[in-house]
């Protein structure tokens, strides 16, 4: 038979151990409803950049009929910094997105950017565009070699180009991004695309020509190192 003493022993033994299974339930919980809360928080976040590529992309289409019919620059919205330059079309892959000028991390999340420098969409050398990879260029990565783009200029023409080369590269090959003799189009965005952190070394390099039965096409994606 137990003692008071030892009665007193077991009892405060016994309501240890449920205060510690109580803790760690609770902490578990704790952690649980973090991981819950965070994501939800990224989720959030992915589906706004989502929402706000597709709102911009409306607002910038009506901006660029006006452009078109003008011929004179539109601004999307009062504020812009940037405005519509050229239309891209993959008419093989429904890709259809509107290109701004420059191509700072504040243009790219509303649109494919032109990079200052290259040539201009249309004219003869190298043009080259980026856009993130899980919203307006989300469709190069279904882009093989020999498919069509087009990229429609303020003046109403539309340029045909014809994919030639699908290239994985580091962000530090700036060979690629140097002049051409051909009209050529070259587009960017980050690698892999299945990515969770943004960013990164690595870079997805489409590039297209204006039709030239003399130019030797590459049917699988090259890496650069």
Same mark, same amino acid.
Do not use: K
């Given at each position: 038979m137990r003692t008071r003493a030892q009665l007193s022993a077991w009892t405060l033994s016994a309501a240890v151990r449920e205060a510690n299974a109580c803790g760690r339930k609770? =902490?578990?919980g704790f952690a649980s409803g973090l991981l819950l809360l965070a994501a939800?928080?990224?989720?959030?976040?992915g589906a706004w950049i989502y929402a706000k590529a597709s709102l911009a992309q409306i607002l910038l289409r009506r901006a660029w009929a006006k452009t078109v019919d003008s011929g004179r620059p539109a601004a999307p919205w009062p504020w812009a910094d940037t405005w519509p330059i050229a239309r891209l079309r993959a008419p093989g892959l429904r890709g259809d997105? =509107?290109?701004?000028?420059?191509?700072?991390?504040?243009t790219l999340a509303f649109g494919p950017g032109h990079l200052s420098g290259t040539a201009l969409p249309g004219?003869? +050398?190298?043009?080259?565009?980026s856009a993130h990879r899980d919203t307006q260029?989300?469709?190069l990565k279904s882009l093989i070699v +020999?498919? !069509?783009?087009e990229l429609e200029t303020s003046d109403g023409h539309r340029h045909s180009y014809r994919v030639y080369d699908r290239r994985i590269a580091r962000e530090t090959q700036l060979d690629l991004l140097e002049t051409t003799t051909?009209? /050529? !189009? /070259? !587009?960017? /965005?980050?690698?892999?695309?299945?990515?969770i952190r943004p960013g990164g070394p690595l870079r997805y390099i489409v590039r297209a020509v204006s039709p030239n039965p003399s130019f030797a096409l590459s049917s699988n994606p090259t890496f650069v190192p």
């Open positions: 609770s =902490i578990a939800a928080v990224l989720f959030g976040h997105v =509107i290109v701004l000028a420059g191509s700072s991390g504040r004219e003869p +050398g190298n043009c080259v565009l260029f989300a469709f +020999g498919d !069509l783009l051909d009209a /050529t !189009l /070259t !587009l960017v /965005t980050c690698y892999p695309f299945d990515a």
